[in-house]
């Protein structure tokens, strides 16, 4: 009998989706792979932040050749605005009991735009949001509605209309509950 013990890499996000925070989650997904560790967890709790920042980390994980398991934790995170992005792009999306994700309407930050413009941000975040929740096999419609309508959810709501994949009480629940799944990334199974 032998047991080889599996490498899984960990880092917290608790602040909003910036520049800073999506090199922080590419470092992070660059250092999974190079060490072959078995997956990645983001621990997320965040109230949003910028678009491009989000499309980055999104991308980033879209293309991981190692599982992106973002776990909205601790009890009272919140993956709001953006975060709703980052979750419904991983390869698995769970939430701690307590915890919620929504509202991911696009807000104007120090700049006025007029409505055409706000139009055309809100037309593209919801094609956006609907194509990542397409890739994972999300609810699309529950995603478009969190865009366009600022939909939100607790985690059992989020669980039972198939915007997540699980809820986990912690890490440890987290992993025996991902061990031997199948996941399906950029690279094949």
């Not at 009998?1 to 899984?8: E, P």
């Not at 939430?95 to 413009?117: C, K, L, W």
């Not at 939100?152 to 991902?178: F, G, P, Q, W």
Request: with cysteine.
């Amino acid at each position: 009998f032998t047991s080889t013990a599996q490498k899984v890499l960990s880092i917290t996000v608790d602040a909003t989706i910036n520049p800073a925070t999506a090199e922080f989650i590419h470092r992070a997904i660059v250092r999974t792979e190079k060490e072959k560790a078995q997956c990645l967890i983001i621990h997320l709790n965040t109230p949003g932040g910028l678009l491009k920042s989000t499309r980055n980390i999104v991308g980033d994980i879209m293309e991981a050749s190692v599982p992106v398991i973002v776990y909205v934790s601790p009890a009272g995170a919140d993956a709001g605005s953006a975060g709703v992005f980052v979750t419904l792009s991983a390869h698995i999306a769970a939430m701690a009991p307590g915890t919620n994700i929504g509202a991911a309407h696009p807000v104007g930050m120090q700049t006025t735009v007029d409505s055409v413009m706000y139009g055309k941000i809100t037309n593209d975040a919801a094609a956006f949001i609907r194509t990542i929740a397409q890739k994972r096999h999300r609810n699309i419609a529950w995603a478009e509605n969190a865009v366009r309508r600022s939909y939100s959810y607790s985690e059992t709501e989020a669980l039972s209309d198939t915007v997540i994949d699980l809820i986990a009480k912690n890490d440890m629940e987290l992993l025996r509950m991902v061990d031997g799944k199948k996941i399906e990334l950029s690279s094949g199974d």
